[in-house]
């Protein structure tokens, strides 16, 4: 095809026509001539069909396999009729009004796997519906999916224009960044052929869940004012009168902690709305961030539009997240919107977002490796000869389609070319970020106190943040939050990376006029020039874009006048607990705690740009209800005869997490108690936050770690130590009198060592999406199993034991065991499990040298498709219902795990 013209590599691919490729061509001419002569527009379509022919490389195109998988709808005539009824209100009023009452029943089928499900027509305007392929809304039932999706939508792939909303749904996964799967199948109706279809997954626990997320609320903006917006409404206020929706939100509120979960999420976007909480204190920065340069990256503003744009509340930091959906990414190189300040309506959300210094921090710094050749080079490697295949396979379905289906196609098949048009696109994004004149900087001398010194005004060019390290003459350097004297250093917001300033840009918004920023330092007056004095040197200003790595030196124009416009304070949000408190002293980078018994009386907080050092011997009593957040590693090395000790004032406290630290953590001889976790809806004694969530009583959320002779007793949250996204290494760790889970690793990668683990409510060690070695650990007094693989985990484990627990190893949902010398003894239920629980998943295997049994009446149960082997021995399989294995009644539609 020539939608590859301009791109040597794509030219390996399209071998030049041949003769072969003549014949064909003329037989495709004759077929579309007589086509047209009985058609109802010939010379129109057979204008369409030639313009395809010879525009687009014929022989790669028909001659492309549609290995496509197929999926046949099947649908009772009466069902289908209210489709086509629903189908026919939609063209009379050109809008389709859909609610849950269109639905109708079905079935869909997958190879050899049919599963119930109820469908209806979707889709706001025409394009879903005017035409043969009408857009679908599925939702299979009974707990079943299909490709994994139980909720999702078919439609023609051209309303989401073709390969490109594919294309930017893989780069949003491929950077962990929320998105539904899609993908393009072969789709029967009625066994009736209709040809290439787009498979779009719709919001539900699996969408969330197979991206490695918790369970939580989705939530949008109402469109009600999309449709209607009367005479009386002004659209640029829509975004902020609106309404919030819940999706699914007869699940949520079935759900006591997802209904918890509801309450802040809505709260949190209705703040936002009402701008009494910035960007940064709603989203979680640094994924916004991404997300957003992405959206700029493909031209995908349809997917930020208030009316399609959707959040998720993430539990764990009670924080949003943007998904990607519905994007529409523009198949032509325009000039990429300023998110700063454009969109589809007067200051969107977007703009609003971007107000936060985090996250346009987070925004620019993603834009600017994104832009780069490199990453496009990376993007195209793993894409390209993919979304080749697709392009081909969809432009060779046009062939003898009538003329509307072809010109609308052709555009993005033949005519548009993904990989170009993104590299023109980012040849716009890069001329932005490189550009040298980002501010306004002059400067005159001044005397302050007799002395001579030299003051510097600089002013924000651009409609996004800059960073101002500092100043250099003669030799000397200032650093810039040192020398800023307006606005006052305590209002001036500072990096929190490396404290520089941050000037804001020149228009925030209509209600955020501009502030010039202004500087005072004082050269060595002997190496001033005698008669000029400022010398020979040029004063030289280092200031770079927010969020960018290289800083450009500016000379400043010293022209002696200095312009002083009205200027407005610059409250700083940077607020860190610490300050105020004597037993925590700053050195650098770093905050140190003494030794000492210090009593915590309200929540702790770690900025990111410290690391907290903790001495040996102390011990750090929290009062009821509070916790210890920090964004810094924490170093806390205890010794034997002097640990450090995490506990509570009163009975108990909620707990500490850390997150997203960029440096590695150290905890060595730490005792941790009587925390109980936050979320009651979660475990009973946890502490109420009104949303935020967290299952463990110490949390590593994203940040690596080293724990080592660690003690963890008397907790009564849901996890005692929960580790999530991280690497660790777990050495020489005692866990006892928890009353659920002792460790519980979601998505993790690490080592446990010669640990210890008794009385335990739950599981031991509890590992999902996982990959953990596991030496020499001792379990005893365990209430369900003593080690738990699930969801995908790989586990290695050796030289352990097992005792008096109701299972000793279990493997489930696409896990696999690798054991050896390992010895169970008074297993309850039975030493070893392998079972599939969860549908999207698959079977287990446990693989096992060694066994040393005593006391236990059923060695294995190993559920059909599942397996187990035994020295290389497999053992016997059966039918079973794995409900029963967690007490539940038949027929329930309950996940959690007990």
Known sequence: MRIAKKSSSKDKLQPAPSSRSLRISILFLILGLFLGVISNEPLKNLKANLSLLFEAESVEVLTEENDLPTLDLDIKYKDFSRIAQKRNEAIRLNALRSSDDDFVKGKISHGSKTV??????????????SGSKWSLRVHTRKGNSIFGMSRFSLQDPVTRNHTYEWLFLKNLRLEKI????????????????????????????????????????VLCFDEHYMWNLHWNLSWPSTYRTSGIEIRNSNKVSESPSLSKQRETAVNLLRSFQERKLSGSQVFNAEKTGKFLALSHLWGAEHGLSYADINFYFDPITAKLEPIGLDAKPNQTPLNPQNYFREGEMEDTWVNYALRSPEIAFAYVRALDRFSKPAYLSMLKKQLEKEELHFRRILTNEQFLENRHSIWRAKRLLVESNPWDNLENRTEVIRRGLDDSKIALIFGRTKKVDQQQGIEVTIRNALTQPIEVLGFKYLGQHWKAKDSIVSPDKKAAFLCSEDDNVVLPPNKWAMDSPRTDHRFTFFPDSAEQGKTNPLGNE??????????????????????GKTFKPKALPFASINEATHESIPWIREEGDKLHITKGVHLVTEDLFIPRRFSLVIEEGTCLKFAKDTVMISEGAIIAKGTAENPITFTSADESWGGALITNAKKRSKLEHLHFSNAVGIGPSLQNQGIERFGWMLTGALTFHECDVDILNCKFSDLRSEDALNLISSDFRMLGCF????????????????????????????????????????????????????????????VIISNSSFHNVSYAIASKDLSEVKASKIKVRDAKKSALAAYQKKEVFGPAKIEITELDLEETSK??????????????????TVELNVDTLYGKEEGSNQDENP
């Open 116 to 129: 119930d499900c109820k469908l209806r027509l979707k889709g706001d305007l025409a394009q879903h519906w």
């Open 178 to 217: 929320l998105g539904p799967r899609y993908m393009f199948v072969n789709l029967k109706m009625n066994g009736k052929p209709m040809g290439v279809y787009a498979i779009e997954e719709h919001f539900s626990k699996e969408l969330i869940e197979d991206q490695r997320k918790r369970e939580g609320v």
């Open 538 to 559: 040029p004063v030289i200003a280092k200031v770079r874009i927010f969020g960018l790595d290289k800083f450009l030196e500016i000379e400043v124009d010293m022209d």
């Open 735 to 794: 866990f006892g009198d928890v009353s659920s889970d002792a460790l519980d690793g979601d998505f993790v990668q690490g080592l446990i060592k010669d640990c210890q683990f008794e009385r335990i409510g739950g599981d031991a060690i509890d590992v999902s999406g996982s990959d953990v070695s596991i030496e020499e650990v001792r379990v005893q007094s365990v209430f369900d199993k003593g080690l738990s693989a699930g969801e995908g985990s790989s």
């Open 859 to 876: 060695r294995h149960l190993a559920e059909t498709g599942s397996s187990i082997t035994l020295n290389g021995k497999a053992l016997d």
